[in-house]
C-alpha cells in the first residue's frame, strides 16, 4: 500500500523533530556511563595502590622475618658455641680441682708418711738412748745413769716410757743415796701412772727410801698399799716379805 505524499512528508517532519532530542538522550548516558566506569577504574586504582602498598608492607614483613629468623639462627649458633665452651670450661675446672686435689692430696700424705718416718726415727732413737741410760743404771754406773734418764725424760715430754725412765732414776738415786730425789721420782710414778706396769716396783721403791731413811712406818704403810693396790704383781711376795723385815 503506498502512502500519500503529504503523509510521508508530515512522518518524515516528525522524524526530524524528534531526532535531536533522542540523539541527546543517548550522549547524556553515555557520558554518565563514562563518568561512572572512571569512577569504577579510580576505584579499582584506589584498590590497587592499597594492595600495592599492602603488598610491599608484606614484603618488608616478610624480609624482616627473614632477617629475624637469621638472627635467631645467628644467636642460636653463638648459644651454643657458648654451651660448648661454658662444658668445656666446666671440665677443664673441674680436671684442674682433681688434679689440684690429688696432688694436696698427695702432698698431705707425703706429710703425714714423713712425720710419722720422724716420729718413728724419733721414738726409736728416743727407746734407744732409754735403753742405754737403764743399761747404766742395771750395770751400777749410776752416776752416768742419772743425768742420761733426766735427759730422756727433758727431750721426750710425754713419751709413754716416762714412767719407766722414772722408776730407773729413782732406783740410781736410791744407789746414790739421794733419798729426797728418789721420793720425788717414785712418787711420780705412782701418782701420773698407776696402772703403768713399773707402778708396784714404785712403791716398793718409796718404802725402800723410807726404811733407809729410818721411817718404817712410812715403809710399811707404802709396803701395805703396794700389796692392796697390786697383789697380782711380782712385788706383791716381795713387799710381804718386806713386811717382817721392816716390823
Not at 752416776?143 to 732414776?169: C, I, S, T
Not at 721403791?205 to 697383789?231: F, T
Request: charged content about 25%.
Amino acid at each position: 500500500m503506498t502512502l500519500p505524499h503529504s503523509r510521508l512528508l508530515t512522518i518524515v517532519a516528525a522524524l526530524a523533530l524528534t531526532a535531536p532530542a533522542h540523539a541527546f538522550l543517548s550522549d547524556t548516558q553515555a557520558r554518565e556511563d563514562i563518568a561512572a566506569l572512571q569512577t569504577q577504574v579510580k576505584q579499582q586504582q584506589d584498590k590497587l595502590t592499597q594492595l600495592e602498598a599492602a603488598s610491599r608492607r608484606i614484603v618488608d614483613l616478610t624480609n624482616q622475618i627473614e632477617s629475624l629468623k637469621q638472627e635467631i639462627a645467628n644467636l642460636r649458633g653463638q648459644i651454643e658455641v657458648l654451651q660448648y665452651n661454658a662444658q668445656a670450661t666446666e671440665k677443664r675446672q673441674k680436671d684442674l680441682y682433681v688434679d689440684l686435689d690429688n696432688r694436696v692430696r698427695a702432698i698431705e700424705e707425703a706429710k703425714v708418711q714423713q712425720a710419722q718416718a720422724q716420729a718413728q726415727a724419733q721414738q726409736a732413737a728416743a727407746g734407744q738412748s732409754l735403753d742405754t741410760a737403764i743399761a747404766l743404771s742395771r750395770n751400777g754406773k749410776h752416776k752416768e745413769a742419772v743425768p742420761a734418764l733426766k735427759r730422756f725424760l727433758a727431750e721426750n715430754p710425754g713419751n709413754d716410757k716416762a714412767p719407766e725412765a722414772m722408776y730407773w732414776l729413782g732406783t740410781s738415786q736410791t744407789a746414790l743415796k739421794d733419798y729426797k730425789g728418789a721420793a720425788a721420782s717414785y712418787s711420780e710414778v705412782v701418782n701420773a701412772a698407776p696402772n703403768d706396769p713399773v707402778a708396784p716396783d714404785a712403791l716398793f721403791g718409796l718404802a725402800v727410801v723410807s726404811n733407809a731413811k729410818g721411817d718404817k712406818k712410812g715403809a710399811r704403810s707404802y709396803l701395805l698399799q703396794l700389796i692392796e693396790k697390786y697383789p697380782n704383781s711380782d712385788k706383791a711376795e716381795a713387799a710381804k716379805k718386806a713386811l717382817i723385815a721392816v716390823d
